[in-house]
């Protein structure tokens, strides 16, 4: 009896430590992702990184929003939830070709990255727009077909953008930093354009504000030279100074 009472108050001793070990390293978990993700937003001295995070912001809170509203637009407007569905499946389908070609093709020595990724944002910012201004439901599947195919070129492009205007020892701390903003701003552009939804009663208003913060993203890469010109200038001032 005594053996099996030793025994017991052994493994009671062991499962103790087990489980105080588990909350020390829970805890020192969750401590060391709050360090990284404040180490990571140093990334942002740099004006480029700005410019990517902006535009990445713009376009990934931008697009999903008017995606999601384009069947209670068209069910307003007469359609029926399968003639959503079907929209909806032409932009899914445009958007694969897109990721599909633009990935090829960026491996071409005359594949300009800035120009094709500013032309995705701007072709998905006034296809959102038009879509939301046309009644004839033909015009909108040719419409929302260029949409889809502007957002599969951002879309595939994002990690290589990184890549080639940050260099690779950036891209852990950019790829953080734009996933926490983004899910930061998710819970601010997302309940405006429902308010401007609920207020103007328009899911045309409500469509053409996402476009706008879609378009946000080209606004943005139009600086990109000068912002690639000023840290550079900076990285060469810190040179000589040190």
């Not at 932009?91 to 071409?108: K, L, P």
């Not at 309940?191 to 053409?208: E, K, L, Q, T």
């Amino acid at each position: 009896e005594n053996l099996s009472e030793i025994k017991n108050q052994d493994s009671l001793s062991t499962e103790k430590e087990i489980e105080n070990d588990s909350k020390f390293n829970c805890g020192t978990t969750f401590w060391n992702i709050i360090r990284i993700s404040i180490k990571n937003l140093l990334v942002m001295r740099s004006m480029r990184a700005i410019i990517i995070i902006i535009g990445s912001i713009a376009i990934i809170n931008g697009y999903p929003q008017f995606l999601m509203t384009i069947p209670f637009a068209l069910q307003a407007s007469g359609h029926s939830l399968e003639t959503a569905a079907w929209v909806v499946s032409v932009s899914a389908v445009s958007s694969f070709i897109a990721r599909m070609a633009v990935s090829i093709m960026s491996d071409m020595p005359w594949f300009n990255m800035r120009i094709v990724y500013m032309s995705g944002a701007l072709l998905t910012a006034v296809t959102t727009i038009i879509f939301a201004l046309l009644s004839d439901l033909t015009w909108q599947m040719v419409t929302i077909s260029f949409w889809g195919f502007g957002v599969g070129t951002n879309m595939s492009l994002y990690n290589l953008v990184v890549l080639e205007f940050m260099g690779k020892e950036h891209v852990p701390a950019m790829v953080g930093t734009t996933c926490l903003l983004n899910a930061v701003f998710a819970n601010i552009i997302g309940p405006i354009a429902g308010f401007i939804r609920d207020v103007s009663g328009s899911y045309a208003v409500n469509m053409c504000f996402l476009g706008a913060v879609v378009g946000t993203s080209f606004i943005a890469w139009l600086f990109m030279p000068l912002a690639q010109a000023f840290d550079k200038s900076r990285e060469e001032k810190n040179m000589n100074n040190s």
